[in-house]
């Protein structure tokens, strides 16, 4: 009789705590690209970019991938970037890919090298949020950053600013 009471307790406690608990992990594809600069070896704040991004939504349980970074020497001003109809070629190709592997969202780090030596951070960082379903632009977080500060500092505030556009999430 005593098995029998604690087999009905856990069973109470599994059906009133655990499977109420809403499943809110989602699918997350990312795109770092350099806009302004050749095709040349990734730079490493776009490496340093790549990394904030995959770390903070894996933190937060979502499921992420990344496709390779992808350098533009167009200017961030010559093309859209909030409607997937007219991405670049190379920023559809990869928009494409993430809808076709099944994922919810896709975020377009967009780092702004336009007149900047190697070497150098980007002017400015656009993340933008798209709802892939949808083909839906759900808004953008910019992040500008200092031009001095330690690595461990800037990678803190990197992260201060991705985890802004964890709340535009929407299922």
Same mark, same amino acid.
């Not at 928009?95 to 070497?119: C, K, M, P, V, W």
């Given at each position: 009789?005593?098995?029998?009471?604690?087999?009905?307790?856990?069973?109470?406690?599994?059906?009133?705590?655990?499977?109420?608990?809403?499943?809110?992990?989602?699918?997350?594809?990312?795109?770092?690209?350099?806009?302004?600069?050749?095709?040349?070896?990734?730079?490493?704040?776009?490496?340093?970019?790549?990394?904030?991004?995959?770390?903070?939504?894996?933190?937060?349980?979502?499921?992420?991938?990344?496709?390779?970074?992808?350098?533009?020497?167009?200017?961030?001003?010559?093309?859209?970037?909030?409607?997937?109809?007219?991405?670049?070629?190379?920023?559809?190709?990869?928009?494409?890919?993430?809808?076709?592997?099944?994922?919810?969202?896709?975020? $377009?780090?967009?780092?702004? %090298?336009? /007149?900047?030596?190697? @070497?150098? !951070? *980007?002017?400015?960082? +656009?993340?933008?949020?798209?709802?892939?379903?949808?083909?839906?632009? $759900?808004?953008?977080?910019? %992040?500008? /950053?200092?031009?001095? @500060?330690? !690595? *461990?500092?800037?990678? +803190?505030?990197?992260?201060?600013?991705?985890?802004?556009?964890?709340?535009?999430?929407?299922?």
């Amino acid at each position: 009789m005593a098995g029998r009471r604690a087999e009905r307790f856990w069973l109470f406690l599994f059906f009133s705590f655990v499977l109420p608990l809403p499943l809110k992990a989602a699918t997350v594809s990312f795109l770092v690209l350099e806009a302004g600069r050749d095709a040349v070896a990734a730079d490493s704040h776009s490496l340093l970019w790549e990394g904030s991004l995959l770390d903070v939504f894996f933190e937060e349980g979502h499921i992420v991938s990344n496709a390779p970074i992808q350098s533009l020497s167009s200017p961030v001003g010559s093309f859209s970037m909030t409607n997937p109809a007219q991405f670049p070629r190379e920023v559809l190709r990869e928009y494409n890919a993430a809808r076709s592997g099944g994922s919810d969202f896709f975020i $377009l780090a967009l780092l702004d %090298y336009q /007149g900047t030596i190697e @070497g150098e !951070r *980007p002017k400015s960082v +656009a993340l933008r949020l798209f709802k892939i379903a949808a083909n839906e632009f $759900l808004g953008e977080t910019r %992040y500008t /950053g200092g031009a001095s @500060g330690s !690595r *461990p500092d800037e990678t +803190a505030a990197m992260k201060n600013t991705i985890k802004n556009l964890l709340s535009r999430l929407k299922n």
